[in-house]
């Protein structure tokens, strides 16, 4: 039973940081592209970054300059360093990844909650 498991959220000030960070558990082969999502209240899910096995980035524009995703093949995990937060940032925030076992599914975490107010 593969799962994925968020951590790290809260509360925060506009401005301010915050680190997500993502465990991938279970009985696997290997972890494809893993990558961040957010929903808000009333909105679709948003991508804001992904990253490959050997660290290739891409970022969603709203969030480039601002969010920084990075993984640990050998822990399994992957973290996204959010800075200058905004209270638009608000929303509960997903990571997800292709793991293959016998087959290959997308398998998503259960999200974990991020508000930016004062």
């Known amino acids: 039973q593969v799962q994925l498991v968020e951590s790290g959220g809260g509360l925060v000030q506009p401005g301010g940081s915050l680190t997500l960070s993502c465990s991938v558990s279970g009985n696997f082969i290997s972890i494809g592209i893993m990558g961040w999502s957010r929903q808000a209240p009333g909105k679709e899910r948003e991508f804001l970054a992904s990253?490959?096995?050997?660290?290739?980035?891409y970022y969603a524009d709203s969030v480039k300059g601002r969010f920084t995703i990075s993984r640990d093949n050998a822990k399994n995990t992957v973290a996204l360093q959010m800075n200058s937060l905004k209270p638009e940032d608000t929303a509960v925030y997903y990571c997800?990844?292709?793991?293959?076992?016998?087959?290959?599914?997308?398998?998503w975490g259960q999200g974990t909650q991020v508000t930016v107010s004062s």
């Open positions: 997800n990844a292709p793991v293959t076992t016998t087959i290959i599914l997308n398998y």
């Open positions: 990253i490959t096995r050997s660290g290739s980035t």
